[in-house]
């Protein structure tokens, strides 16, 4: 959300005196709803799509990933996993914010 406020910042002009605090909140929020999604957004929802899930498809191993972050680590050590992911989130991605906007 950070991300998306400080993009929609950065495309302003100076003069938004007139604009309450909660005005520009919201106009930023929904100017995020509509923006691509940042590459911080799209590796987090991969991360956790990663992490949920319980399939190694056909990986026999005796790990056990420990957090997330030891689940992605993983994955990034077999090939393809986490560019499946990746994919699969930017698709939950634009249909969540297909919804947001219509």
Request: hydrophobic fraction near 40%.
């Given at each position: 959300m950070l991300d998306e406020a400080d993009a929609y910042e950065r495309g302003m002009d100076d003069d938004l005196t007139f604009q309450?605090?909660?005005e520009l909140a919201g106009t930023a929020y929904m100017a995020g709803r509509s923006a691509p999604p940042t590459?911080?957004?799209?590796e987090a929802v991969a991360k956790r799509l990663c992490w949920n899930s319980?399939?190694?498809d056909g990986i026999e191993s005796d790990y056990v990933a420990k957090d997330e972050d030891d689940a992605w680590d993983y994955a990034g050590e077999i090939c393809g996993y986490q560019e499946d992911y990746i994919a699969r989130a930017k698709e939950v991605l634009e249909v969540a914010r297909k919804a947001?906007?219509?």
């Open positions: 309450t605090v909660r590459d911080a957004e799209v319980c399939e190694w947001v906007t219509e």
